[in-house]
């Protein structure tokens, strides 16, 4: 009987994305190259070049060097307004991963955001508090209208059992229409018809701020965003909380019969996601922008749920992949005119990210197989030697 020979192929993509200890970045990594060169084929099925237009949205994000800046622009600066764009994106991310390690779906972060921004925006953004008082407590109310709002899509759910997903869609266009009626009634502005900008003193972000030359949009939000995602790890991996949420999300009926209050905590899991797509809303409307446009919801607010999946609900690989999707958002416009490429290319190749993402369970199954059709061939092949 002939030796059976190992598909080389098989062995390459057993040898790289076989080890199941790394499989948790591996996997999504190798589902992002894939995605990547699918956008590359459609960005060259198009007639442009794909490489120029992978650099060009490198370059909107001050990640490339762009081949000349105008005034008090330079590298650094596009990188920290890119900053300023990724901070809310990592809070609203956060807030769904909370919420999914509870086995809960929390599609209300936008809202959520609004009512926290909208809260915020009227109390300190056009107040005459002096910044240090004023930014601290723009971060505190924030996190406490988004915590309240959150908590109730909880109590709803353990009180009446509500499904949070409707519930939370319906507080979307609550919250939506009653912010828009109060902005288009006492806080307009007549030119931009949005709501006034709020005073610098209260702004999360320190627009236009001159450094050797250069302007820079410094986020003061980036930092508390690193540090809430390593403080969630921290309580997921190391406490008994983080413990409880997990036994929750994962068998409810189990923690119930462990003597985990499962409704209660739901309600404070809610409280916890809501409190932190809050933070995300002060830093959306009152860093990255300065004002409220009424009737819209923020797609921040959706786009991080896709994070989240992306991230496997970890504080760690949220950092990563929302970093990844706000490279897509916020470089599309230079890639636009700089490539030539509709803005919405850009979204295309989001939506292949985190279409080929989704497969990650199909892709481990796929490396499962082939490493135990590799260890079968091996083993015949060895039994045919020895006889």
Not at 69 to 97: Q, R
Not at 259 to 267: L, T
């Amino acid at each position: 009987m002939k030796k059976r020979k190992v598909n080389p192929l098989s062995k390459i993509f057993v040898k790289l994305l076989g080890n199941e200890k790394y499989q948790v970045i591996t996997i999504p990594v190798f589902a992002i190259l894939i995605s990547l060169i699918v956008g590359a084929v459609v960005i060259a099925a198009l007639g442009k070049d794909p490489i120029s237009a992978y650099t060009n949205l490198l370059q909107g994000c001050g990640l490339w060097p762009k081949p000349k800046y105008a005034g008090g622009k330079s590298m650094a600066t596009d990188f920290f307004s890119f900053m300023n764009y990724w901070t809310p994106m990592i809070f609203a991310s956060l807030a769904v991963a909370v919420a999914l390690k509870a086995g809960l779906f929390n599609i209300g972060v936008s809202g959520q955001m609004l009512a926290a921004g909208f809260v915020s925006t009227i109390l300190v953004g056009y107040s005459t508090l002096a910044a240090p008082i004023a930014k601290p407590l723009v971060i505190i109310i924030a996190a406490a209208v988004g915590g309240l709002v959150g908590a109730f899509m909880g109590w709803l759910k353990y009180k009446f059992n509500i499904n949070e997903v409707v519930s939370s869609i319906m507080i979307n266009y609550i919250v939506q229409y009653v912010v828009a009626f109060f902005i288009n009634t006492k806080y307009v502005d007549p030119v931009s018809r949005q709501s006034k900008n709020v005073s610098e003193a209260a702004r999360l972000t320190l627009m236009s701020t001159e450094i050797g030359g250069f302007k820079y949009d410094i986020p003061l939000g980036i930092i508390l965003a690193v540090i809430v995602a390593l403080i969630i790890k921290f309580v997921l991996d190391k406490t008994t909380f983080g413990y409880e949420i997990a036994t929750v999300g994962l068998n409810r009926k189990a923690a119930q019969y462990a003597g985990i209050n499962v409704g209660r905590k739901m309600v404070v899991y809610m409280l916890i996601s809501g409190g932190l797509a809050g933070l995300a809303g002060a830093t959306y409307y009152l860093g990255y922008f300065s004002s409220i446009q009424p009737k819209v919801l923020s797609a921040t607010g959706f786009d991080a749920i896709a994070v989240s999946l992306l991230g496997n609900s970890h504080p760690l690989g949220i950092l990563l992949s929302s970093f990844l999707i706000s490279i897509m958002g916020k470089g599309k416009t230079y890639m636009s005119s700089s490539a030539g490429l509709d803005a919405e290319i850009a979204s295309v190749i989001t939506g292949l990210i985190l279409l080929f993402s989704a497969c990650g369970a199909f892709i481990q199954y796929k490396v499962k197989r082939a490493k135990d059709n590799i260890a079968e061939i091996e083993k015949a092949n060895k039994v045919e030697v020895d006889k």
